[in-house]
């Protein structure tokens, strides 16, 4: 069982920076897919980034590419989402998430196992 715990939201000016963690039990996390993911209210739940850590790869969604960048400690088992240039539309809660095993990527909400509480991000105008 993969117990992940987000932290580091909280309330930032348009145009301003946040560094969500998400800090996960296990001692093979280098081996899991990670990614994140927000849902607004009264939204679904859509896809942020994702790194496959072994092979070097990231990915993101074009509503973020280019102002978000997601990282990863292993020997601290965290994973990091950067956010800078922040918009009120990134208002939402997000979310960690985690799998071990998956198929062909890019990797969707539906192919992850293990997901994190959340932690609210308000970003005001």
């Known amino acids: 069982q993969v117990q992940l715990v987000e932290s580091g939201g909280g309330l930032v000016q348009a145009g301003g920076s946040l560094r969500l963690s998400c800090a996960a039990s296990?001692?093979?996390?280098?081996?899991?897919?990670m990614g994140w993911f927000r849902q607004a209210p009264g939204k679904e739940r859509e896809f942020v980034a994702t790194i496959i850590w072994s092979r070097g790869a990231t990915y993101y969604a074009d509503s973020v590419k280019g102002r978000f960048t997601i990282s990863r400690d292993n020997p601290r088992n965290t994973v990091y989402l950067q956010m800078n240039s922040l918009k009120p539309e990134d208002t939402a809660v997000y979310y960690c998430?985690?799998?071990?095993?998956?198929?062909?990527?890019?990797?969707?909400?539906?192919?992850?196992?293990?997901w994190g509480q959340g932690t609210q991000v308000t970003v005001s105008s």
């Open positions: 998430a985690a799998v071990r095993k998956y198929g062909s990527l890019p990797l969707g909400s539906s192919d992850y196992d293990y």
């Open positions: 296990g001692r093979t996390f280098s081996s899991y897919a």
